[in-house]
């Protein structure tokens, strides 16, 4: 433990010098200005500045993204409250009692009410992030490749809640991601598939060019596509946020901040997931559920401090086991090998001093947010009037160089032109990209553990259900795909019924 606090203290340090701070809060502010704008995401902000530090140090490299990361997630609630529109998924909870207490005349009160929950929400999680992530590293190293093959595939199961109305068209995501991830040389043995010959094919297809193209390009077309309009801003009162509010929910910032982290752990569900999960736990535990809905400060400070704590949540099963939390989890762990970092159970033996370096750069994100949404509300407010005309064209540009300066090959950029329009097409009939990025992101977890397990047990497929972490979390795989079938889960529910009421009888 001693050892743990002497590494934070060094990594606090390190980071506490000229260049790291404008990194800071550089990278903070270009996240928040994203997350202000609809239409764009913090995927796509992570996957842009992916290709755009791929020749920094790692450790810059990295810290900008995070903060860009925590950036955007807070920077999408000014949109939800000013505008009733979400800047990112994350803040759509945020928008029902933002944008009231915005036309009640206190949007200033509604973003300090956002900014308080999103600093306390991201704290609770870093404090997360520091006490569980080495402690799970530990477990894991008791893994072999069998248990990753089945947190890999749990992984890939839950892209199926990641769309929310229908299981399937996530799950057929998430598979076509894993196909994606096959092409090229296995990575066992060397041999090629789904290659036909060419040579840029053998060599497998790029992960960044890949996200770039799902999250950036295909999100220009999207936003293209659409009739866009000017927003219309409603006024700004006080923005500092009132004590009182911080006091009397304090019970509420916890729980949330609990549910958040938790639902980051979870592969693949995300910050919306956890807003919403969040929101509906205050409103159920509200003394005053009625006013859910109708500017309720209880349910704001709930939705903004969720999403917040899930993304250090997220950013755990990334370093200790090298399976992403959320698609923006997905692109920051595929920087992190870019980078030459190795995210998995060895992380906390060859760089322990890595994971506390995470918990710094989170610590220092939390503090540009806390600066930003205090001091520079209403000049971040212009970026709101700029029309997507001149925003989107930028954008375009970024992800054609951003996809050529990773490798300079022209391939990378038909990569990501070629994935975007597939993604754009795919997004109008409600096939979502986050469940392939998922896919793609664990496919070669996924085939190198099964392989691998295979050759250690010579075949045999005994030891992947009868070892006892294996059996857990196969019977948790099954579970969750009966659960997200309609049948499946009232037969669930009614057994679970039925098993309470002669439980209660007795």
């Not at 997630?73 to 800047?87: D, E, K, M, T, V």
């Not at 992190?336 to 710094?360: K, Q």
Request: proline fraction near 5%; include cysteine.
């Amino acid at each position: 433990m001693f050892e743990g606090i002497g590494l934070l203290g060094n990594s606090m340090l390190a980071f506490l010098e000229p260049r790291a701070l404008i990194y800071t809060f550089g990278a903070t502010l270009l996240g928040i200005l994203v997350g202000c704008m609809p239409g764009l995401s913090a995927t796509l902000a992570i996957s842009l500045l992916t290709t755009l530090t791929i020749k920094l140090p790692p450790n810059d490299a990295i810290l900008i993204l995070i903060c860009a990361y925590v950036g955007a997630i807070y920077g999408g609630s000014r949109s939800a409250i000013l505008l009733n529109i979400p800047g990112t998924a994350a803040n759509a909870a945020a928008c029902l009692d933002g944008y009231q207490l915005a036309r009640q005349g206190q949007a200033g009160r509604a973003m300090g009410i956002a900014t308080t929950g999103s600093v306390a929400g991201s704290l609770f999680g870093i404090l997360c992030l520091a006490l569980i992530t080495p402690a799970l590293g530990e477990v894991a190293l008791t893994f072999q490749s069998y248990e990753f093959f089945w947190l890999a595939l749990f992984g890939v199961m839950m892209s199926g809640s990641i769309t929310g109305e229908d299981p399937l068209k996530g799950w057929i995501m998430g598979v076509a991601g894993l196909f994606v991830a096959l092409i090229g040389q296995d990575g066992i043995h060397g041999y090629e598939r789904f290659a036909y010959g060419d040579v840029n094919l053998a060599g497998g297809l790029s992960l960044i060019p890949v996200l770039v193209g799902a999250f950036g390009f295909a999100e220009v077309l999207t936003v293209m596509a659409e009739r866009g309009h000017r927003p219309k801003l409603l006024a700004v009162d006080s923005i500092l946020p009132r004590i009182r509010d911080v006091i009397m929910y304090w019970r509420t910032i916890l729980r949330s901040g609990v549910i958040g982290v938790y639902i980051g752990i979870l592969p693949g569900v995300g910050e919306d997931m956890a807003a919403w999960s969040s929101y509906a736990a205050a409103k159920r535990a509200s003394k005053h559920p009625e006013e859910f809905g109708k500017g309720s400060v209880e349910g704001l400070i709930a939705a903004e401090t969720g999403d917040n704590a899930s993304i250090p949540g997220g950013i755990i099963p990334a370093l200790a086991l090298a399976i992403p939390g959320s698609a923006p989890a997905a692109v920051l762990l595929a920087a992190m090998m870019i980078h030459g970092v190795r995210p998995g159970p060895m992380l906390m033996i060859e760089n322990p001093s890595f994971v506390y370096d995470v918990v710094a750069m989170n610590v220092y994100a939390t503090f540009a947010i806390l600066f930003f949404g205090l001091f520079l509300v209403r000049p971040l407010l212009l970026v709101l009037r700029v029309p997507r005309t001149v925003i989107m064209p930028i954008i375009c540009v970024l992800c054609v160089v951003g996809s050529f300066s990773i490798a300079s090959r022209l391939f990378d950029v038909y990569t990501m032109l070629f994935t975007g329009v597939i993604i754009f097409a795919l997004r109008r009939y409600g096939y979502h990209a986050a469940p392939f990025v998922l896919g793609l992101v664990l496919g070669d977890l996924m085939d190198k553990s099964l392989r691998r397990g295979l050759v250690i047990s010579d075949g045999d497929l005994t030891p992947f259900f009868t070892r006892p972490v294996c059996a857990v979390l196969a019977a948790i795989v099954a579970l969750t795909l009966v659960m997200n079938i309609p049948a499946g889960n009232r037969a669930v529910r009614g057994a679970m019924r039925g098993v309470m009421a002669r439980f209660s009888r007795n």
